[in-house]
């Protein structure tokens, strides 16, 4: 089993923003559910979990069937329950929305049921038998995690080549702490392997060493979730000063090592999606006094989640709307940041530079694509890096399947792990094989 | 303003509201604070020789995470000394004179009758009422549900209370027979001056799975209850009705079972009770419900144009017939307000699962089910299942046929509508 991370993280100070439910508050909870038919919260998740049935056995007591019917669906199910926006997926589509009274919790009832489920040690599900043929996975994060759970239910072997020094991928290295630490990802990649026959190779990068055709011909089919590579950068005067960081980069110190913000007074995030807004809330609850995001666009634009912006400014946070950055000045290391404003179609506004005092920079405008580690393949589709499938995750070239983030251009973990699955599926079909009768459709 | 003062068999209280004979009306000091919270009556605790109880005493029905939507219990009788129960009696009486103190008895023979009655009204009792219900310990021992079942044996012991009483008498009346109507009319025979009812219904509240034992357990045993709670409402009122309905009864009804607040207690009075009686409600909650009984009765009473509880009692018996005096042309159907409607789709399950198949779920990207109303058969089930309230009504249709109950088809052949939801 792969290493845990160390014990001494940065990421330790936060606590869980949204509490675990006590037992009498998840049977309370548990009997507000109405039970819909076709429930839109199914249909909400990427997974396809079937939510009523999982909450209404949290109700009546069946705590190992509610956990399997969520891990039948989604094997990631633990990790889901804490990190998934279920404010814009599940509990948005709850039908209580519309009644003005609250829509049940779903995200916290399925921690309670999974929570459970891992305290107790609870395993749903056997390796299938051996199918005599095995699937490569690239990259060990949701995607792949997903991927090769399946697979092996249907009895195919599987070697994940993860290029870091333990799988899990953003799981362990991305999420931000106050939904879900480092430490219980890393619980959850092992429960998950424990399903037996997946080989971990860590420390192993698709690269000279080894090459996309190497793979080709070790396996009967390969998958890549490889998600996403290193931070995008602004190329700007004094990027390269310390103190400018790639907002991925240093969220991964944060979460599997230490980040030194004792001496940080003022910190900038430069973006508007939701790494930003998460970089934005981590340094808040590190401690740092003043964090201010910069955003070329208005507060309504961003793409970062509503409700995480939220809570953020609850957190304290404050924001430059309509500016970007120009440079970063300092003496040895970062000083301040100057910007400019610009104006509603992001034209720069001459004459408007201002300058922001900042000893610590997080750039979180992207990050780098890495399908064209793959482009000397014939057949596959790949565009601005990201690979192009079909809904099972087909490439186009014959064995190759790829999901999650290098597939999708960067979404959620339910959306990994529903791509994964799915994937998985049509790797079996490729081989010519029928899904075990009781498996259900692509999403059961 | 309405007067909630009620006479009950010629027992008066200042409001309806009477706590049951059962653990809160035990004892003289818990009597005392329930009248200072505002009970009208209470009816003490059945006095009889004393008896000795068992643990635990009480199951609880938990349905849906709500707890005690039915009770029951292994009680007994009052197991303190009668004299201890009649110098609280006279205590009682003596704080709140305009309270009624009605004291249940439940002994065998006919001296133990005389003597007890002659006591009960020494310390003060307005009323009694003879324990012919109980329908567990004490019918084994030819005492309680044993009496209540066998009418001649009703009439006789109510004839005893009423010959040696000078307080008006009420039986109160078990619900574990067939018809309750021979029952009612033994005690009338007897010279009750009323009768109450439901007492507990014969029942096992549940079985312990993991020890294989029903429910309350006592050590590795258990036994049957008696049921009560917001659960036997329908019985009780199906029972006051039945009696209140009947031309040949006519005794004043103290009605009891499963009253939880004053919309209960309503219903309860416009089936044909003058006074009602509470006590699981109490159990789980506390005196101080009494406090919203009494003002929402009040309001109804005002918002319903009611001066006296009297002009209440009875108001809904008219409107309970028999089958065979229903309009069977009389048709409804379910309309869905989409304003109003969430998306649940609860009604499209409970229509294909649990009724006719004409609730159907749109394919247009709208969650508002459509309903067939030429396949509705006005069942009521998708109102009942609906968590909006308002969002499902039940529409009369004009059909164009005239009224015609079955009785009216069969003997005069009245034309009945055609079936709907029948192939």
New interface residues.
Partial sequence: MPDAPPEDRSEEVFRDYKLPLARAQA??E??RC???????CINACPTRIDIPQFIRKI?TENLRGSARTIFEANILGMSCARVCPVEVLCVGAC??N??DAPPIAIGQLQRFATDHAFEQGWRFFEAGPDSGRSVGLIGGGPASLAAAHELRRLGHRCTIYEKRARPGGLNVTGVAPYKMKADRAAEEVNWILGIGGIDVQTDCEVGAALTPTDLESRHDALFVGVGLGADSTLDLPGESLPGVHGAVEWIERMKTGRVPVSNIQRCVVIGGGNTAVDAVREGLGLGIPSVTMIYRGAEAAMSGYAHEWKAAKINGACAQWHAIPIAFEGNARLERVICRRVDADKRPIPGSDFALDADLALVAIGQSRLASLFAALPGLRIEKGRFITDASGFTGRPKWFAGGDCANGGKEVVNAAAEGKAAARAIHASFGLTLPSGSGGLHG | MADLSVTCGGIRSPNPFWLASAPPTNSGLQIQRAFEAGWGGAVWKTLGPPIQKVSSRFGGHTI??VQGAGFNNIELITDRPLETNFREIAETKRLFPHNAVIVSLMVESRDEWRDIIRRSIDAGADGLELNFGCPHGMCERGMGSAVGQEPRINEQITSWAVEFSTVPVLVKLTPNVSNILPHGMAAKRGGAHGVSLINTIKSIIGVDIDRFVPEPRVGSLSTNGGYCGAAVKPIALHMVASLAREQAFGLPISGIGGITNWRDAVEFILLGSSSVQVCTEVMLRGYRIVEDMIEGLESYMNSHGFNTVGEMVGKAIPGFSEWGDLDLNYETVAKIDAD???????C??ACHDGAHQCIH?TTNGV?VPVVDESECVGCNLCQIVC??PGCITMEPVANGFAPATWNQAVEEGKPLRPKKGSH
């Fill in positions: 049977m309370v548990a009997n109405l039970f819909c038919s076709d429930a839109p109700a039908v209580y519309h009644m | 849906r995470g109003k409607c969430i998306g649940c789709q609860v499209v399950a779920p969650r968590p909006v």
